[in-house]
């Protein structure tokens, strides 16, 4: 069963989708209308800073308000749109993996970002005055360079950098984290594997053997860092997957159940049911109602 959503790349929010850019900034009030289809993926990551104006943003089924002073993470393979917006003075900043991780190919360093990845159930940030200040000069600085016609993607990325290090900061003194370091790297490689492997019916212990870790240790990670065990965090992620197959396609809740490795449909009932509060049809005919006429 392929992949019903549009998959964009930079270029095609900045109205060139014939180039796969890895790097852009711009304000929202010189993007212009974009020819982008919601619901969407996104290929890149993105970061939008919202000055003024109001808008409601949606990654899959939760809804967002987002107020000035705000800052917005989306991340690749959500699956988001604008729901509505009033006029806006803001703007984003796309980047890949590749380009933030030019000159050192180590990916721990991208994952260590908690609040990339959807690690968040809240992907924004409303930092105080001060520390929004600081971030937006950041932004400006970047915004400046990218502009240059000498533009250096050395400084462009050592800029961005400094500006993904400040939101850290920002979120770490808000909130003490609650999972060390080396837990939330270990939780996002098993959120790319499930990513990559969601409709094949691989247990716990196949995860583990693939990052290298024993059951016990992958359960302690997912404990410390969601609160549910590795079992449950790979239950969650086809039943994510079923929702929006569910919400956007006209696949049968039994060809949807089997593609996702469950050949006993009463058992995907009950799954489903048990993480959403809902029967598949149920919540069929709840989200198709909301969300297919966007």
């Not at 289809?37 to 003024?52: A, G, N, R, S």
């Not at 968040?120 to 409303?126: G, S």
Request: with cysteine; net charge negative.
């Amino acid at each position: 069963m392929k992949d019903i959503f549009p998959h964009y790349h930079i270029g095609h929010f900045v109205n060139r989708p014939e180039q796969p850019l890895d790097f852009e900034i711009t304000r929202f009030e010189e993007m212009g209308e974009l020819d982008i289809q919601d619901p969407h993926k996104h290929t890149f990551y993105e970061i939008l800073w919202f000055d003024e104006g109001r808008s409601t943003q949606v990654i899959d089924y939760r809804e967002y308000d987002i107020l000035p002073g705000t800052l917005f993470f989306i991340s690749p393979n959500q699956l988001h749109h604008f729901e509505e917006y009033q006029p806006l003075r803001g703007g984003s900043v796309f980047f890949t993996e590749h380009f933030f991780l030019l000159g050192n190919p180590d990916q721990e360093r991208l994952f260590e970002l908690t609040f990339l990845d959807n690690f968040f159930t809240t992907p924004y940030f409303q930092p105080d005055d001060q520390t929004f200040v600081e971030i937006r000069l950041t932004i400006d600085l970047l915004f400046n360079e990218k502009k240059r016609p000498d533009w250096s993607p050395s400084i462009a990325q050592s800029l961005l950098q400094i500006l993904l290090a400040q939101i850290q900061r920002g979120i770490d003194t808000r909130e003490k984290p609650s999972a060390t370091k080396r837990n939330v790297v270990l939780y996002k490689k098993l959120k790319t594997l499930l990513d990559q492997h969601f409709w094949e019916a691989l247990t716990a212990n196949d995860y583990a053997q693939m990052l290298n870790l024993t059951p016990h240790h992958l359960n302690l990670v997912c404990k410390a860092v969601t609160g549910k065990t590795t079992s449950q965090c790979i239950r969650a992620r086809s039943i994510l997957e079923a929702k929006r197959l569910l919400t956007f396609s006209d696949y049968s809740v039994s060809e949807i159940a089997t593609e996702l490795s469950y050949f006993d449909l009463s058992y995907f009932a009950k799954v489903f049911k048990a993480e959403t509060g809902l029967a598949p049809l149920d919540f069929k005919k709840t989200m198709s109602e909301k969300y297919r006429n966007l």
